[in-house]
């Protein structure tokens, strides 16, 4: 995977460091780009429009059962007005409904409509063809070994206190 567009200079000018691109954290968040741009293009052609980085997120959490603007706001780490914004946004869209939660009268929870449910299967579909893709370019034995890998327990994030320590590094 190129980590950086080569045509992509750094901030004076230069090409980017490359002590800087070789970090882990860098490659899975290319990784992820290249996924999720990958779905966007496979939506506007499935199904004629894809949605912003954000809300494509905000459908899988309630596709996860994250269905509380409060708990997506939590588990996104956004305001809880972004998340208002979002859902306006796919509310109008015709994918999203709030409904009372029966367990909390306070509170509301997220519903996929008809057409929300429909567009989570096109774009499953999709990301099976990036799967698959991605396969036939990597090898399959490398496919393998990044889903078991990316499936550990990597363990709850440490803490700066882990981290000073060097957690039995």
């Not at 052609?45 to 309630?62: E, H, K, N, T, W």
């Not at 490398?142 to 060097?166: E, H, I, K």
Request: proline share 4%.
């Amino acid at each position: 995977m190129t980590l950086v567009d080569p045509a992509i200079e750094g901030v004076d000018g230069n090409a980017p460091n490359k002590m800087s691109t070789q970090l882990l954290t860098r490659t899975l968040i290319h990784a992820f780009y290249w996924m999720d741009d990958g779905l966007q293009h496979y939506m506007q052609d499935q199904v004629g429009f894809s949605l912003p980085r954000a809300q494509s997120m905000m459908m899988i959490c309630i596709g996860d059962g994250i269905c509380r603007q409060s708990d997506v706001a939590k588990y996104l780490r956004i305001t809880k007005q972004a998340v208002r914004q979002s859902v306006k946004e796919l509310e109008a869209k015709g994918l999203v409904v709030i409904d009372p939660d029966p367990q909390d009268g306070r509170q509301k929870v997220l519903r996929f409509t008809d057409k929300g449910e429909e567009m989570r299967g096109v774009a499953r579909f999709g990301l099976e063809q990036l799967e698959r893709l991605l396969e036939q370019r990597i090898g399959q034995k490398n496919m393998r070994d990044l889903q078991r890998t990316l499936d550990m327990d990597w363990g709850s994030a440490p803490s700066a206190v882990d981290l000073r320590r060097g957690d039995n590094l």
